[in-house]
């Protein structure tokens, strides 16, 4: 089966092909195909974002798309940035930039009250129109402090509440195999290799 990624993200892609490795499946990137069409997430809930992407891959490709919609939900910001954590200081936001916004919101709010949780929500449409859509939360809280390299968006800044035995790691410094057993978008994206076996379409 061959199915497209809809994301130019390379840190979500590498992410992606790395969690559903074991699906007999073959992954296509933007890299390998012709000039997209302008994507507007225009959604208010991250399924609708996921869903108005992998549509309008099927729509252009022909064959099944792998979309997802993810953010951080900061509780000391009434959950913000949620669903806009991409574009959290503009439309064409960096991560360095959404990072800073964060940084600055957060300044005078104490560790104990900075608890937060990643959501990601994965959808596959096919071009005869099944869809399947799973969720993934993963929480913790916002570090006073950026640390390590790994991942991208918030990673750094993330301390996931499950941890390796006597350490507080964020996200950035996680390694990738523990991040990933335990993350948002792991937790998803294999509910969403679970439900595409049931119903055949691996």
């Not at 069409?37 to 729509?59: F, H, M």
């Not at 360095?96 to 900075?114: C, F, I, T, W």
């Not at 869809?131 to 993934?136: F, K, M, N, R, V």
Request: proline share 6%.
């Amino acid at each position: 089966m061959e199915i497209v990624l809809a994301t130019a993200n390379k840190g979500k892609i590498a992410e992606i092909v790395e969690i559903m490795a074991g699906l007999p499946v073959t992954f296509v990137t933007k890299d390998q195909m012709p000039p997209w069409p302008e994507i507007v997430e225009s959604g208010d809930t991250y399924v609708e974002n996921a869903l108005i992407k992998a549509r309008a891959l099927v729509e252009f490709s022909g064959v099944a798309a792998i979309a997802d919609d993810s953010g951080i939900e900061i509780d000391a910001l009434d959950g913000a940035p949620g669903v806009r954590s991409a574009r959290f200081s503009g439309p064409d936001a960096t991560d360095e930039q959404n990072n800073e916004r964060m940084r600055e919101l957060l300044k005078d709010v104490p560790a104990e009250k900075r608890t937060a949780r990643y959501r990601c929500v994965a959808v596959l449409v096919t071009p005869e129109g099944t869809t399947i859509d799973a969720e993934g939360t993963c929480e913790g809280r916002i570090a006073m402090a950026p640390e390590g390299d790994n991942g991208f968006g918030y990673d750094p800044w993330f301390i996931p509440a499950e941890q390796p035995e006597g350490q507080e790691l964020t996200f950035g410094r996680l390694p990738l195999e523990y991040k990933h057993g335990i993350s948002h978008r792991g937790k998803a994206l294999r509910e969403l290799a679970a439900k595409m076996a049931d119903l055949g379409l691996s």
